[in-house]
């Protein structure tokens, strides 16, 4: 079955870290568009990074050197390295996956141009 499955959120003081995966089930990371979002209640769902087949990762501006995406093929897994966390990054954070590569990432809100989605981690941050 063709899946994504997230893990490692969690509660953290302010300035904390945490590291969150995305495991692959039936495709390959390494040869499809990878993305991070998230989203709190009432709030849009807004892409956090994402990294088309091949190329270097994006980031959103608030998480610029805080945040740091990475694909461990062997593992078929995705990373997402949060450092240095705030309160306002509290939010259920998605992995998203175009297997097409047709980069999906056109706008910084959640689509459905990404054709899989994990179903969530929550990151909670204390001040």
């Known amino acids: 079955e063709v899946q994504l499955v997230e893990s490692g959120g969690g509660s953290v003081q302010a300035g904390g870290s945490l590291r969150l995966s995305c495991t692959a089930s039936?495709?390959?990371?390494?040869?499809?568009?990878m993305g991070w979002y998230r989203q709190a209640p009432g709030k849009q769902c807004e892409r956090v990074s994402m990294?088309?087949?091949?190329?270097?990762?994006t980031y959103r501006d608030s998480v610029k050197g805080r945040f740091i995406l990475s694909l461990d093929k062997a593992e078929n897994t995705v990373y997402l390295q949060l450092n240095n966390l705030k309160p306002e990054d509290t939010d259920v954070y998605y992995c998203?996956?175009?297997?097409?590569?047709?980069?999906?990432?056109?706008?910084?809100?959640?689509?459905?141009?990404?054709?899989?989605w994990g179903k969530g981690t929550q990151v909670t941050v204390s001040s």
């Open positions: 998203a996956a175009d297997i097409n590569m047709g980069r999906p990432g056109s706008n910084n809100f959640c689509s459905t141009a990404w054709n899989i």
């Open positions: 039936d495709f390959s990371v390494a040869t499809s568009d």
């Open positions: 990294a088309y087949s091949g190329e270097s990762p």
